[in-house]
Every structure is written in C-alpha cells, then in structure tokens.
C-alpha cells in the first residue's frame, strides 16, 4: 500500500506543479537528466553487486529481453501498418516492450507471492529489465530518435556513454568485493529517488488533452504490455519451466507489469513521442493494478 501511495502521490504533484506553473519550463528535461545520471546508476551500483546468479534463474533473466525482442517485432509491423512517425514507433518499442520490474514489479511480487520471491525479481529486474534498457534500449532510441540513417559507430558510443550501462559493467567488476557501509547507504539512497523524480517528471509532463490524438497508438501500446506480451511469454517460456512453476509464475507475472518508467525516461531523451511515453506511464500503471489480480488469478489456476 506505500509503493501505491508513492506512486499515486509523486505523479499528482508533478501534474499540481504543472497547473501551479511552479517549475520552469526546462524542468522535466532537468528531472529526466537527474534519473539518467544519478538515480539510475546509483540503483544498478546497489542491486547488481549483490545478485547471486544461479543456473536455474538463467531463464528469468531472459525474459525481458525476449519480450523487448518480441515488442520491437510487434510494434515495428504495426508502425508500418498504421503509418505510425519513427519517434512513436520508438517510443511504443521502449514503454510496450520493456517492464516496470521493479518499483511497481516487487511489491506486487512481495503482495501475491510472498518475499522470498524478491530476490528473483530483483535479478529479472537487473539482469533483465535494466541491462536491456542500457544496452538494447539506447540502440533503439538511439535509432528512432534520428529521422536518417545512424551509423553502428555512433551507436556504440552511445551504449558506452550511457551513464546506467557504465554502471553496470562496474557493479560487475566489483562483485567480488564488498562496498563499505556508508557507500552502501549512499547508494541505496541516490537510487531511492528515482521513482519520486520520474514520476513528478511524468506528472509534469502528462496532459490528458492529448489522448484523443494518442489514443489508437496508446490503447495498441498497452494492450501489448499487457496481455499480448506477458501471453507470448508464457507460451514460449512454459515448456522450458513447467516443472518449476513458482518460478514460471512469477517471471510472467513481471512481464505483466506496466510500462517501464526507466524506458520512458530515456526515451524522452531521446525525444521519442514525449506526449505518448507519458501517456503510456501515466495511464499503464494504474492500468496495471487491475490486471495484475487477473494475471495472478489466471497462473494460478493453469
């Protein structure tokens, strides 16, 4: 109920200081750079360093990149089919084919499947959610975000130059060895900020005027994080893990999150269909909170 409440009450502050006109124009671009540079890899640094990877949970963390895989499918046929312009194709690529894993993710693993189920969310989260964002992720905002050709070298400049993905590597490098106390704490608690800065960002951002020209793309975008993707998942990935079913039900139920506030993020940095990426946050995540009780229901009784 406090992640409900967070959530809930960091995304209508942003929506207040809009209407109040409290914060420059500028703001929302200095948040989203907050998260990028500070928040983000400051959670990486946190929870990568202390996963313990297992033989069994290879599978999990492969997860979002096969729905990233299956999302970029999706939406680039539909974005030639309907005509959609390369930033909202882009756009719906990041916010459908990636999930919010982790702030909206554990809690409502910790709610209907108990918190020994955590530290597997944490690695599908990690391994999963936030290494596609840092390394497939920005090779597919970096794409859409141009209206011509972009070269492979610059593209790799990029995923290098992506301060998460840097971060990454080092949390890698540094598992053998055990962080000191108060960078323990300094790191837990720069990460702690991301979701109250990105969803005033959101909030800020969010204007519900623009869902009657967003609409069509909106409701395509979310059908997909929601149903169409998390049964494509389950499809492929239930011969494989049928004789685990714990662990099935719960790497598909993280598919089943709503869009990824993290991919929202950059894609706005990217300037990939701003208006659209808020809607897609603003609206998928309370979106969520209703089918995620259905998805839970649905495991369960196959």
Same mark, same amino acid.
């Given at each position: ?9 960091? $995304? ?14 500028? #703001?929302?671009? #200095? ?27 290879? +599978? ?13 499918? $999706? ?12 930033? %909202? %194709?882009?756009?719906?690529? &990041? ?5 919010? %894993?982790? $702030? ?6 910790? %709610? ?39 070269? =492979? ?6 995923? &290098? +130059?992506?301060?998460?993905?840097? =971060? ?15 960078? @323990? ?13 990105? &969803? ?43 004789? @685990? ?21 950059? #894609? ?29 229901? &649905?495991?369960?009784?196959?």
């Amino acid at each position: 109920m406090n992640n409900y409440l967070l959530l809930g009450a960091c $995304f209508l502050l942003g929506i207040l200081l809009r209407r109040l006109q409290r914060l420059p124009d500028n #703001a929302a671009a #200095a948040l989203n750079g907050f998260v990028v540079h500070i928040s983000l890899p400051a959670l990486t640094l946190t929870y990568v360093h202390g996963l313990h990877l297992q033989s069994n949970l290879i +599978l999990p963390a492969l997860m979002a990149w096969a729905m990233f895989g299956l999302g970029c499918g $999706f939406f680039w046929l539909a974005g030639k089919i309907f005509g959609f312009s390369r930033s %909202t %194709t882009g756009a719906l690529m &990041l916010t459908g084919g990636l999930a919010n %894993t982790s $702030f909206v993710g554990l809690p409502m693993i910790d %709610t209907f499947y108990g918190p020994q189920f955590l530290g597997l969310g944490i690695l599908i989260d990690q391994l999963g959610s936030y290494f596609v964002l840092s390394t497939l992720g920005i090779l597919v905002a970096s794409i859409y975000s141009s209206g011509q050709g972009i070269s =492979a070298r610059m593209v790799i400049r990029r995923i &290098l +130059l992506f301060v998460p993905f840097q =971060a990454f590597i080092l949390a890698l490098l540094l598992m053998p060895f055990d962080y000191p106390v108060w960078l @323990d704490e300094l790191l837990k608690r720069l990460g702690s900020t991301l979701v109250p800065i990105a &969803l005033v960002s959101v909030g800020y951002q969010l204007q519900l005027s623009q869902v009657r020209g967003k609409a069509f793309a909106l409701t395509l975008g979310l059908v997909f994080k929601l149903v169409v993707g998390p049964v494509l998942v389950l499809l492929l990935f239930a011969p494989l893990m049928w004789n @685990d079913r714990p662990i099935l039900n719960v790497t598909v139920f993280e598919a089943a999150m709503g869009p990824m506030i993290g991919a929202s993020i950059v #894609a706005m940095d990217h300037e990939l269909d701003p208006p659209l990426l808020t809607l897609m946050v603003g609206v998928g995540i309370p979106v969520s909170f209703l089918t995620l009780p259905l998805w839970w229901h &649905l495991l369960n009784v196959l």
